[in-house]
C-alpha cells in the first residue's frame, strides 16, 4: 500500500499532555463495527470532542480556535496503551494528524502508526514539556517538522533535534508501508535464495 510521503510538514500542535490515554479514549469500540476505514475521523476522541447532546466540546483542544486543523499532536507519556486496534491510528490519519510528539507510546500502537505512515517523534520528557508549554499558546502552536534534517522548528527559532531508527525514517519519507519497505530490497531477497538454493540443491 502506498502512503503520503513525510518529508516536511508545516501546521499547528495541539497539547495533550495527559499520561496514558489508551487506544479505547482515541478510538471508542463503538466505531470498530465498519466493514471498512471510512467514518473514523468522527470517532477519534469521540468521548472528549463531543458532549453529550451530540454538539462539539468546547473546551476540547482539538475544538479551539487556536488548535483546530492540526496536524500534530504533543502528548503525554505512554501513549496509545491498551488494546491493538488500528482503528485508533486510522482516525488520526483522517483527522489530518501527520506526526505525534511524546516522550513514550505503547509498544503495538508505536508499531501501528509506522505501518500507517505516522510519524512518531519521542523527546526527553523534560523536553517534550517545554515544547508542550509553548504550543499550548495558540499564537505558538505553529511548528514544522523536518524529517530529513530530523528537526522540529518552533515560531520563536528554536530548534529541537530527534532520532529516529533509519529504516522507518526512510519508509516515511518514500511514503512505504512494511510491503513496500521488503520490496525496496527485492534484488537483495532473489540473490539470497540463489545462493541458498546453490548450496542446498536438495530444496529445490
Known amino acids: 500500500m502506498s502512503l503520503q510521503p513525510f518529508t516536511r510538514v508545516t501546521g499547528k500542535a495541539a497539547p495533550m499532555l495527559a499520561a496514558n490515554i489508551d487506544t479505547d479514549v482515541i478510538m471508542p469500540k463503538q466505531f470498530l463495527k465498519g466493514i471498512d476505514r471510512s467514518g473514523l475521523d468522527r470517532g477519534l476522541f469521540f468521548d472528549l470532542r463531543f458532549l453529550a447532546s451530540g454538539e462539539l466540546n468546547p473546551g476540547f483542544v482539538l475544538n479551539q480556535p487556536g488548535w483546530q486543523g492540526a496536524s500534530f499532536m504533543v502528548v503525554g507519556p505512554n501513549f496509545g496503551c491498551g488494546s491493538s486496534r488500528e482503528h485508533a491510528v486510522w482516525g488520526l490519519q483522517q483527522m489530518g494528524i501527520r506526526a505525534l510528539i511524546g516522550s513514550s507510546f505503547a509498544g503495538i500502537f508505536y508499531d501501528n502508526c509506522q505501518r500507517n505512515g505516522v510519524l512518531l517523534i519521542t523527546l526527553e520528557e523534560a523536553v517534550l514539556q517545554g515544547l508542550g508549554q509553548t504550543v499550548s499558546r495558540a499564537d505558538r502552536a505553529q511548528i514544522s517538522v523536518d524529517l530529513e534534517a530530523q528537526e522540529i522548528r518552533l515560531v520563536d527559532g528554536q530548534v529541537i533535534p ?6 522507518r525514517k526512510t519508509a516515511l519519507l518514500l511514503g512505504l508501508d512494511a510491503i513496500g519497505s521488503t520490496l525496496q530490497r527485492s534484488e537483495q531477497i532473489k540473490a539470497f535464495e540463489h545462493q541458498h538454493l ?6 529445490n
Request: glycine share 0%; hydrophobic share 60%; aromatic share 16%.
Open 162 to 167: 530527534f532520532q529516529i531508527d533509519a529504516l
Open 198 to 203: 546453490k548450496a542446498n540443491p536438495w530444496l
